[in-house]
């Protein structure tokens, strides 16, 4: 298995949306990031914030697959990306040192 980084931006139509609204889209995106880890996908899932600790910069999913095809398969799967809220980039990561091996 490899690991993989999905980092995303919020989009200008994510951030226009009313807070409420706002936290819907989010808690759909971390029960299938839930649902992901319930059945035995490795992913840990987190948001970033400035040097205040403000967030709104977007997140990094960090996760294992077979391949980045797999990968990808399941990335499109995210409600966040599905309902084009966030921009988003894949990439595979290659630990050299550290607890995360693959």
Known sequence: MAWFIKQEIFTD?????PVEER???LSDHRQWVEAQRSSGVRMASGFLVDGEHKPGGGGLLLFEAPSYASALELIRQDPMICRDLVTWSLHEWVPVSGELQA
């Open 13 to 17: 139509a994510l951030t226009a949306l």
């Open 23 to 25: 936290r819907v889209h």
